[in-house]
């Protein structure tokens, strides 16, 4: 459904650099934050296998940082226009999540997830980009990898929660569908609360400008004569 925005988003140059430069800092953060999962399992078996993950999602990172550089050596990006960043949440990372604090089932179900909206993501992404073989070939990498990554995470949650491992994975799920609700929902107050204070500034200002305009006509120019007795000396302090 999205796709036309995706190949609009795609479709500039700067933008793309942007989208790129972002995907490194968000595939880097991840793997910076499997391997702090990594550190913490007390599982021997996903404590390989997150280190395997981050080690992945760490060179995802590389990947898309050599790539924007490499198109942004090519030509110098302009100046930051309004779509900065992702004007569409991306599907990858852990969404801020302490994963010092989590178990494995909640973890694995929260990365299940993760790595399957990325899946699809970058499945788009690869097909929008057909104008640019390098970047094509290395979303065709990463996607391999994001698809190994969504695999072994449902297979070793079934291990470690095989009597809760779907319903692990629909709250990961319901509470990730929170999440980007809450940012779309941010997103639209801030533009509904610019367009509010437009139109008070463009319908409730303007008869009250006019008012004081008037009343500025009314006033008699130069001295004005006050009342006789007001000019008395003071004779109480108050
Ligand atoms: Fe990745
Ligand atoms: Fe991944």
């Known amino acids: 459904m999205l796709r036309p925005v995706h190949r609009w988003i795609w479709s500039d140059f700067d933008r793309r650099v942007r989208k790129l430069l972002a995907f490194a800092e968000v595939e880097s953060d991840g793997g910076r934050d499997i391997l702090r999962a990594a550190q913490g399992t007390p599982d021997p078996l996903l404590r390989r296998l997150y280190l395997e993950h981050a080690i992945d999602e760490l ?19 302009r100046a930051n226009g309004p779509f900065d960043g992702s004007p569409l949440p991306g599907g990858h990372g852990l969404d801020n999540l302490r994963v010092e604090d989590e178990p494995d089932e909640r973890l694995l179900a929260f990365l299940h997830v993760a790595e ?3 899946a699809g993501r970058f499945a788009i992404y690869r097909d929008i980009v057909d104008d640019d073989p390098s970047t094509r070939a290395i979303f065709d990498e990463i996607l391999r990898d994001e698809v190994f990554h969504m695999n072994y995470t449902y297979t070793q949650l079934a291990r470690v929660s095989p009597r809760s491992y779907r319903r692990q994975v629909w709250r990961a799920r319901a509470s990730r569908l929170w999440k980007r609700y ?10 509904f609360g610019t367009l509010v204070l437009v139109i008070q500034y463009f319908v409730l200002l303007p008869p009250f400008a006019w008012l004081a305009k008037r009343a500025a006509r009314r006033e008699p120019a130069g001295w004005t004569t006050i009342p006789a007795g007001r000019d008395d000396s003071l004779t109480r302090q108050y």
């Open 182 to 191: 809450i940012g779309v929902a941010a997103a639209v107050a801030n533009v």
């Open 59 to 77: 060179h995802h990172g590389h990947l898309f940082r050599e790539r924007g550089a490499a198109l942004l050596r090519t030509r110098a990006a």
């Open 116 to 118: 399957k909206a990325a």
